[in-house]
């Protein structure tokens, strides 16, 4: 197998044998991109010099007596370009900071590090982690979205240039580029990951996460940044131990169907994700079809106008200053947001709690959700994707992961999501390992197979 | 921008539309309209949700509460 086709655990565990070395899995994957990137664009900056320095030195730390490697040890990760990074540019996809070098690592940036994992670059974002697309290309067809706004991570990770990366979500941002670039997008609990360092979106709807592509790649990921690391911000003060993830011999999973959702779904979505569930349920899985609790239309006014009016806060003061450096979508959404009444944003954090209860009710105890992850497959490249599939969960801080089901009669990806109660990120990754086990895995876009389809 | 229950869709519509026009510019509503069609659909969704004056707090006060913990 070619280095760069390793996920993080498989990387990890070679490295720690010492069957490879971390400048050997480094050289890998910057060869790889210098061959695909020019098609694809995923990358805002690889930092070729900063990636081998810091693998050479995580290379010597093994070959020293009494060394414990960290969780990471080793493994290149791309970092959505909203992160800060030490002495590493970081845009936003803003023109404005395209040469803004921040002095200190953003606390999640900082934790991988700590757990030995290495700074390859950083990904594109479409601005500020908003709609408006950026350049990146979807790895299975050029002429399709990636999704946004973690466009370059979950290309990167897709087309085999890097095993995982860090991106953020606001409505839909992580596992929609997941969905439509068949790989693995988790979104934690709201405040699992600290966003300290991070350009904000809006505060109270903004996650940290990651794109990988395997499910014990999330748990391993989760486990090395969840927590309060050097930095407090909004990080919940409670840890669990997320890895390694119990393989659920004794306990079968109990799914809620969500028909609202099949509703809204393209045919073949639809269709898809109803023979998902049979498989799951002729493994044995409890599979109940429920409708929501609550109306979909109103869950995504609430989040609208919540988002709206926090940007409005972030962004009003830069815009004022920049006006033509704003992308057009969100020059119109921080503008109109501004004028949005206080009262209204009072009302939808209100309905966000009546949401919040009516959804733990459904759930009960240990039930978990099943959805498309996004209504159709990867759309063309005017657009960056429906979010109203996963944005609901960005409003209640659930946490939700998106793992690729199969493909379309064009080869494009199809995606489910699964959706459990706050703070239950263990559960959901146990299920979700079940759920993978049943599915069949998706060949490198850039494979034979893969690329049969492009 | 007032917000009653009774409003119908348009008069939340016409309502951000003079507030837009007021604040930005006339020339500026092209623009503006996609955004301001979505979020006057979304004002007026909420303005249909009746809520009572107790309970049902505002969701970020737990966010307040947990920071503090």
């Known amino acids: 197998m070619d280095l760069h086709e390793l996920t993080v655990s498989e990387a990890g565990k070679r490295i720690r044998k010492r069957e490879i070395s971390p400048v050997e899995l480094t050289r890998a994957l910057l060869a790889h991109i210098a061959t695909v990137d020019a098609s694809i664009q995923a990358w805002e900056t690889v930092d070729e010099a900063g990636a081998l320095a810091a693998a050479r030195r995580r290379e010597a730390e093994l070959g020293s007596g009494g060394f414990v490697p960290g969780l990471l040890h080793g493994i290149p990760f791309g970092i959505k370009d909203i992160y800060h990074t030490a002495g590493l540019r970081t845009t936003a996809g803003f023109p404005v900071y395209a040469d803004f070098v921040p002095s200190a690592d953003a606390a999640s940036v900082s934790r991988l590090r700590q757990a030995g994992g290495i700074i390859l670059g950083k990904t594109v974002t479409t601005q500020f982690a908003f709609i408006d697309p950026a350049r990146t290309r979807n790895p299975w067809r050029l002429d399709r979205t990636p999704g946004g706004s973690s466009s370059g991570s979950g290309a990167a990770v897709a087309a085999r240039m890097v095993p995982g990366a860090l991106g953020t979500q606001t409505a839909g941002s992580l596992l929609r580029p997941a969905a439509f670039c068949g790989v693995v997008g988790f979104k934690p609990s709201y405040g699992r990951i600290s966003l300290t360092g991070v350009f904000p979106l809006s505060w109270s709807l903004d996650h940290a996460g990651f794109i990988v592509r395997t499910v014990e790649d999330a748990a391993l990921l989760l486990q090395a940044l969840a927590g309060l690391g050097e930095h407090a911000g909004t990080v919940t003060s409670s840890v669990d131990a997320f890895w390694p993830i119990a393989a659920m011999r004794d306990q079968l999973p109990k799914l809620i169907l969500l028909l609202d959702f099949l509703d809204r779904a393209t045919p073949e979505v639809r269709d898809h994700v109803v023979r998902v569930a049979n498989t799951f349920r002729n493994a044995g899985a409890l599979v109940e079809e429920r409708s929501l609790p609550w109306d979909l239309a109103v869950a995504l006014a609430v989040h609208r106008i919540i988002m709206e009016v926090e940007m409005a806060a972030v962004h009003a003061q830069t815009l004022a200053n920049h006006l033509d450096a704003y992308a057009p979508l969100l020059r119109s959404y921080v503008r109109v947001g501004q004028l949005v009444p206080g009262h209204a944003y009072i009302k939808a954090q209100r309905l966000r709690r009546r949401l919040r209860a009516a959804t733990e009710t459904m759930m009960g105890n240990g039930n978990v959700l099943l959805l498309p992850t996004v209504s159709s497959v990867a759309p063309t490249l005017e657009t960056t994707g429906d979010s109203s599939f996963q944005s609901p969960w960005s409003l209640l801080g659930l946490p939700s992961i998106s793992l690729p089901s199969g493909r379309d009669s064009d080869g494009l990806p199809f995606a489910i999501q699964l959706v459990a109660p706050f703070q239950s990120d263990r559960r959901l990754l146990e299920v979700a390992r079940w759920c993978e086990a049943r599915l069949e895995p998706l060949p490198s876009p850039l494979s034979d197979q893969g690329d049969s389809s492009r | ?69």
């Open chain 2, 1 to 69: 921008m007032r917000l009653s229950q009774s409003a119908s869709r348009e008069e939340v519509y016409q309502a951000l539309v003079d507030e837009v026009t007021t604040v930005w510019g006339y020339e500026e509503l092209g623009s503006l309209m996609p955004t301001i069609e979505n979020t006057s659909d979304a004002l007026w969704l909420l303005s249909k949700e009746p809520l009572d004056m107790m309970g049902e707090e505002p969701d970020f006060l737990d966010n307040a509460v947990s920071r503090a913990e």
